[in-house]
């Protein structure tokens, strides 16, 4: 069988970018959606430098429902769904919270998956084939000071995952949770608002890649369709926990 359609959420940088070149080795034709455009467009040249037969790279704001709506009716229906477009701001306390850090990664992160997935799914049931891949993490599975948001945000992605399974069942489609530990991206310049202090969060270690994240996902999607890989937990081997990093 020709190699599907392959949706990926936030490929301008990171996981979706590296997601995004995988499955252009592999020959997949690519949607592609991110806000920063310029950066996506260069993704989408390198994806069809790589191998894949046509590339769409399309604006998508995830936070906003009629951009997500376009972005779908543009894309077509998915073989692969990667709901990767994520991010967390700031590591307050949740007496200093800042209002906009909290809308920003609810919106983005709870009711921007929401939202794509709805976009996408009828297509998708209907042809009775497809994998869903939802971006959550490992701070899905425990709490940390300075993730009063995030964490929870990526508790709620589990869940989803979780329900969509039993919603699924019997439709054909493949459900999967991605849970990376640190890995080492744009997300913590996102986060602290400035790349050397994210630099030293990834400073005396060796924290996971985009690309081993991406050579997951392709793992995932390649396994057979009798076989759903309903949840991967992935670290950095010196991360023991969602605090504890072994550094030097
Ligand atoms: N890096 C880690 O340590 C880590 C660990 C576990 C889970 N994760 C999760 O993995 C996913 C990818 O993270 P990453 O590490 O690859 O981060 P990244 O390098 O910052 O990339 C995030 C991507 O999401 C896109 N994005 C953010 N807000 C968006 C919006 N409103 N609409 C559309 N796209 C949006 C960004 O594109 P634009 O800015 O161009 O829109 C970018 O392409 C996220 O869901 C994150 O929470 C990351």
């Known amino acids: 069988m020709k190699p599907g359609l392959v949706v990926i959420t936030g490929a301008s940088a ?13 020959g997949h034709p690519l949607a592609l959606g991110a806000r920063r455009i310029e950066k ?3 993704v989408a040249k390198a994806c069809k430098a790589a191998g894949a037969p046509s ?6 704001d995830v936070t906003d429902v009629a951009s997500i709506n376009a972005f779908a009716k543009a894309a077509g229906t998915p073989e692969i769904l990667v709901n990767n477009a994520g991010l967390a701001r700031g590591r307050d306390p949740i007496d200093k919270l800042n209002d906009e850090d909290i809308v920003a990664m609810v919106d983005t992160n709870i ?12 297509g998708m049931i209907a042809a009775r084939r497809g994998h869903v891949v939802n971006l959550g993490s490992y701070a899905a599975h425990g709490h940390y000071e300075g993730g009063v948001v995030y964490a929870p945000t990526k ?10 399974r039993l919603e699924l069942s019997g439709t054909g489609l ?3 949770e991605i849970d990376p530990g640190m890995a080492e991206t744009e997300f913590s310049v996102v986060r602290l608002g400035d790349t050397n202090k994210a630099k030293t969060v990834y400073e005396g270690w060796q924290p996971l890649s ?12 390649t396994r057979p369709a ?19 990093v072994h550094k030097g």
């Open 174 to 176: 493949r459900v999967t």
């Open 55 to 60: 590339v769409l790279a399309l604006s998508l």
């Open 111 to 122: 009711t921007g998956l929401l939202r794509v997935t709805r976009a996408f799914l009828p």
């Open 210 to 221: 985009a690309q081993d994240v991406a050579d997951t996902i392709v793992w995932v999607a």
């Open 155 to 164: 508790h709620a992605v589990r869940a989803i995952s979780s329900t969509m």
């Open 14 to 26: 990171g996981f979706g970018e590296a997601t995004a070149l995988s499955f252009a080795r592999l």
């Open 40 to 42: 996506l467009q260069e």
């Open 226 to 244: 009798h076989v759903n890989v309903s949840e991967v937990v992935l670290m950095g081997t010196a991360q023991a926990s969602l605090s504890k």
